[in-house]
């Protein structure tokens, strides 16, 4: 019998995106078995929107309506349970595919049957409507030791039994709830990859990666609870490090200083230095001034 690839797509009153994160899914050249949009507590009127785009795509698309928001790893969670496929592919309601995403994952994946996931490049398209590429690789548990994330959701195909035995996406996260999977699912089983743009991110101001306060609150607790799991002790500090750094910037940026200084006061509790930390800032912050003079 031939896998087949349920698709999950995590709503929460997006429906100036959903037409579009359906229609890319229609398009792939392997069909999947369904589509599977789990209404997050949307706002009636997002939630009415949501029912008429996915009329439009028929019997493919199957929708769910959680009674109030829980965030998306709930979403996530109940799309993956209710799920008739060997695989789940997810897929972000802002986020888009390229129509034969589909086709080449599982190609690849019924090539190297000893993987249990896959990923992919992407496209990646700022609100300024500037476009990169980005390359990625496979990706094992040591490979995590990093910051930011290397994998999105949107470029994943991953084996749904697989996803059980390591566990599903936790509920108390509200930001990298994905990484938190990852780590848990590669001390099992490797990610692969294959290195086309498959995946279109489009990047948006008010995404949930903008709640700066929650983001660092979740990134923090994340990186501590891991550092001490990896092999290269060195690596994981590396990687608390340029967390830290990543934020300072974005609240520099961001002109909040109460975040600011919480970065400050936490990082360098323990595990960070401030000389550490205030070179790897100063560093970022001449190196994006470069980029954009590059730029204009």
Same mark, same amino acid.
């Given at each position: 019998? +031939?896998? /087949?690839?349920?698709?999950?797509?995590?709503? $929460?009153?997006?429906?100036?995106?959903?037409?579009?994160?359906?229609?890319?899914?229609?398009?792939? /050249? +392997?069909?999947?078995?369904?589509?599977?949009?789990?209404?997050?507590?949307?706002?009636?009127?997002?939630?009415?929107?949501?029912?008429?785009?996915?009329?439009?795509?028929?019997?493919?698309?199957?929708?769910?309506?959680?009674? &109030?928001?829980?965030?998306?790893?709930?979403?996530?969670?109940?799309?993956?349970?209710?799920?008739?496929?060997?695989?789940?592919?997810?897929?972000?309601?802002?986020?888009?595919?390229?129509?034969?995403?589909?086709?080449?994952?599982?190609?690849?994946?019924?090539?190297?049957?000893? $993987?249990?996931?896959?990923?992919?490049?992407? *496209?990646?398209?700022?609100?300024?409507?500037? #476009?990169?590429?980005?390359? *990625?690789?496979?990706?094992? %548990?040591?490979?995590?030791?990093?910051?930011?994330?290397?994998?999105?959701?949107?470029?994943?195909?991953?084996?749904?039994?697989?996803?059980?035995? /390591?566990?599903? %996406?936790?509920?108390? *996260?509200?930001?990298?709830?994905?990484?938190?999977? %990852?780590?848990?699912? /590669?001390?099992? $089983?490797?990610?692969?990859?294959?290195? #086309?743009?498959?995946?279109?991110?489009?990047?948006?101001?008010?995404?949930?990666?903008?709640?700066?306060?929650?983001?660092?609150?979740?990134?923090? &607790? +994340?990186?501590?609870? $891991?550092?001490?799991?990896?092999?290269?002790?060195?690596?994981?500090?590396?990687?608390?490090?340029?967390?830290?750094?990543?934020?300072?910037?974005?609240?520099?940026?961001?002109?909040?200083?109460? +975040? %600011?200084?919480?970065?400050?006061?936490?990082?360098? &509790?323990?595990?960070?230095?401030?000389?550490?930390?205030?070179?790897?800032?100063?560093?970022?912050?001449? *190196?994006?001034?470069?980029? &954009?003079?590059?730029?204009?």
């Amino acid at each position: 019998m +031939l896998d /087949t690839v349920s698709v999950v797509v995590p709503y $929460y009153n997006g429906s100036k995106f959903i037409g579009d994160a359906i229609r890319s899914v229609q398009a792939q /050249t +392997l069909p999947p078995l369904e589509l599977l949009i789990v209404d997050d507590g949307s706002r009636p009127e997002e939630a009415e929107a949501l029912d008429r785009a996915a009329a439009s795509a028929g019997a493919l698309c199957r929708v769910v309506h959680l009674p &109030r928001n829980r965030g998306v790893s709930v979403a996530r969670n109940v799309g993956i349970a209710r799920a008739a496929g060997t695989y789940v592919a997810f897929l972000d309601c802002d986020d888009l595919w390229r129509n034969d995403k589909l086709e080449v994952q599982m190609t690849f994946l019924r090539d190297h049957p000893d $993987y249990r996931a896959v990923h992919s490049g992407l *496209k990646v398209i700022y609100p300024d409507g500037r #476009e990169t590429q980005a390359h *990625k690789s496979e990706v094992r %548990f040591e490979d995590l030791a990093s910051f930011p994330c290397p994998i999105f959701p949107s470029a994943l195909v991953m084996h749904r039994e697989a996803l059980f035995e /390591t566990g599903l %996406f936790d509920p108390t *996260k509200k930001v990298c709830e994905d990484m938190d999977l %990852f780590l848990r699912f /590669t001390s099992q $089983y490797p990610i692969g990859c294959v290195d #086309e743009p498959l995946m279109i991110r489009r990047v948006q101001a008010n995404g949930a990666s903008r709640n700066l306060p929650r983001f660092y609150h979740d990134a923090d &607790r +994340l990186y501590r609870e $891991y550092r001490y799991v990896f092999a290269d002790q060195g690596a994981g500090k590396e990687a608390l490090v340029e967390m830290h750094s990543d934020f300072l910037l974005r609240a520099i940026y961001a002109r909040d200083a109460g +975040l %600011f200084w919480n970065v400050l006061r936490r990082g360098t &509790r323990r595990d960070v230095t401030w000389m550490g930390l205030a070179s790897r800032t100063v560093r970022g912050l001449v *190196k994006n001034r470069l980029e &954009r003079h590059r730029r204009h």
